[in-house]
């Protein structure tokens, strides 16, 4: 009735059109008015400002916007941080806003006095890290140089996973840096978990919303933006619209006495468009076991045939489960709030303990959670306990221009006993045993521009790769070998034994006999009685790996974050300090230095 009463004291809108926008607004969520009030405000000021835009000088747009712009800095490591990023900016664009979007790595600190909004949408890498492309405007913020900002408007919203220590660290770390500079937040910061998507777009509507009650219109004002440049064209599959490719091969690659599984998967892209580089990973899209669906809701007491809502979708929820929600591995704050519907006293005294949480969630499977204390729940409680499916990301094992349109994987399937039943993970199962050569599998190409082959093909490259960290590596020396770098390349990888568990031995045995790759080193834990991991053959290496860094080389990790990528990482600053006779500070910038230049990249998980 609201549109009816306004239009009889001065609408400009004539009945047809109130009614017309009084059905709109019924039908529509909050999200959806929000973003339909900001895309006719910015029509309205696109036509007020037509007069302007033909006086434009050439190479750019002029558009009246409100005084002032807002900038978007990401710093995204795998590219999550990106889109949400590029989402923002478009639902910026549409509300009439001047935006600029830049990633942190292009970004000036000193910019920031200029500056009146800005958001920042942070990933967080490692250990709490910055991403590779943010570590220079992270210390920069920190610094003596971070000018004061008593003028600048902001807001942070973070990505990361809260299984992790330093659950959304960067974003943190932002946030309080811009605070401590006198910078005022729009709204609170934002940390969201792996099932960020929905979360994430709620705080952008109310980002938005603020951004637009703070940027004051002015009559005068002109923003002056950049014309775009023509984007190259991009396959149409992305994370939220997969493509549906065809498994070729699953093949086994660790011995018959190996306690891994170890799978090599292909799957055909032909027709899809989708691209990729060595270093890239592949989202995969999977469904749960509907044996493991089954057993939890008997677990609860449910039939699963009860119906429960699904993005506003009614079905059953043995359905859910599989299709719609994470139900392999466990989380913090799963267990936290099961411990409140069970009143287990155990799971309450780990849910005391924040470290001692994080470890019972990391090695613990949803099910068995559960199990702890029998409970009957509703399927709306049980459904209130699960985060949604989110894809795997897997290091892509192949160069396209050794495997044309497939893309391969190395895949470690995740597989342990429980007393007496067998427990495995969600996609690494689906991938190795669910899924059946010539069978669907949902899949994207997602981008990774920290873990890139330099440009300079005469440039040396140092690979330590163990167990399944092998797979980027073997795409690099596919990419090298087919574009006929001259840099050398060293390859240090390690498992549990050399007869079972050498990944790709022939492959490898092949490249050092054409010259493709000039060293290989490998450390089997189990092949003697001293445990020999890849972290002390580059330290027995140490002379020669200062001398390759001397000459170039970079340096790249992937593998365990845990422990490998630690224990190689301290390594690392051993041989720096012996080699270079630097003092342990020294060591640690001069590796900073590598990270930052791109010379030190790590693929860890």
Not at 58 to 77: D, E, F, R, W
Not at 149 to 163: M, T
Not at 290 to 314: F, H, M, T, W, Y
Not at 506 to 511: A, G, P, S
């Amino acid at each position: 009735m609201l549109l009816k009463e306004l239009s009889a004291v001065a609408s400009p809108l004539n009945d047809q059109q109130i009614d017309q926008l009084q059905q709109a607004a019924a039908e529509s969520s909050p999200q959806q008015l929000a973003w339909i009030s900001g895309y006719f405000w910015g029509l309205s000021q696109t036509q007020a400002s037509t007069h302007l835009q033909s006086v434009s000088q050439p190479g750019v747009v002029a558009a009246a916007q409100p005084a002032g712009k807002l900038t978007i800095i990401y710093a995204s490591q795998t590219g999550n941080a990106k889109g949400v990023a590029i989402a923002l900016k478009e639902e910026a664009t549409a509300a009439g806003i001047a935006v600029e979007l830049v990633s942190a790595g292009d970004y000036k600190g000193k910019n920031f006095a200029k500056e009146t909004h800005v958001i920042i949408i942070a990933s967080t890498h490692g250990e709490g890290e910055a991403p590779d492309d943010a570590i220079d405007l992270h210390e920069f913020l920190q610094s003596k140089k971070a000018p004061k900002l008593p003028n600048l408007q902001y807001a942070v919203i973070g990505l990361g996973d809260s299984s992790y220590e330093f659950f959304c660290q960067t974003a943190k770390d932002f946030d309080g840096y811009l605070s401590k500079l006198g910078a005022l937040p729009m709204l609170d910061r934002l940390d969201c978990d792996v099932d960020y998507d929905a979360p994430a777009a709620e705080w952008r509507v109310k980002a938005l919303a603020k951004v637009k009650e703070t940027l004051s219109a002015g009559d005068a004002d002109v923003v002056q933006l950049p014309v775009t440049k023509p984007q190259q064209a991009v396959s149409q599959y992305s994370k939220q619209n997969p493509y549906a490719a065809t498994l070729l091969t699953s093949q086994k690659i660790t011995g018959r006495n190996s306690g891994k599984d170890v799978r090599h998967i292909e799957i055909d892209l032909e027709g899809s468009g989708l691209t990729y580089q060595a270093g890239d990973a592949l989202g995969v899209w999977y469904e749960n076991d509907p044996e493991l669906a089954l057993a939890i809701v008997a677990k609860v007491g449910l039939s699963g045939e009860e119906l429960v809502e699904v993005d506003g979708e009614s079905i059953q929820l043995v359905t859910a489960l599989v299709s719609q929600y994470e139900i392999t591995s466990a989380n913090p704050q799963l267990v936290t709030k099961f411990a409140a519907l069970s009143e287990s006293k155990k799971l309450e005294k780990l849910v005391a303990d924040k470290n001692k949480l994080r470890e019972y969630s990391g090695n613990t499977q949803i099910i068995d959670v559960l199990a702890e204390k029998k409970t009957q729940l509703s399927a709306e409680q049980l459904i209130s306990l699960l985060r949604r499916l989110t894809p795997r990301l897997y290091s892509i094992s192949s160069s396209q221009e050794e495997v044309g349109e497939e893309v391969h994987l190395t895949v470690g399937v995740v597989e342990f006993e429980k007393g007496e039943e067998s427990r495995q993970g969600g996609a690494s199962s689906f991938l190795s045993r669910r899924l059946e050569e010539g069978g669907t599998v949902k899949v994207f190409v997602e981008e990774n521009n920290n873990f890139k082959l330099p440009a300079d093909d005469n440039t040396p490259v140092i690979m330590i790769g163990p167990g399944t960290g092998i797979a980027p590596f073997r795409a690099f020396v596919q990419e090298r070998d087919n574009r006929e770098a001259e840099g050398n390349n060293w390859l240090f990888f390690g498992d549990r034994t050399f007869t079972d568990d050498f990944l790709y031995q022939i492959e490898w045995q092949k490249y050092l006999k054409s010259g493709a790759v000039q060293q290989l080193d490998v450390a089997f834990s189990r092949d003697q009685t001293e445990k020999i991991y890849v972290q002390h053959r580059v330290l027995e290496h140490a002379e020669q790996v200062w001398q390759w860094l001397q000459d170039g080389a970079h340096v790249y990790v992937c593998g365990d974050m845990n422990h490998m990528a630690k224990d190689v990482h301290d390594v690392l600053l051993t041989v720096i300090e012996q080699q270079g006779k630097q003092s342990r500070e020294q060591a640690e910038q001069y590796l900073n230095e590598l990270r930052k230049s791109k010379r030190y990249q790590k693929d860890v998980y």
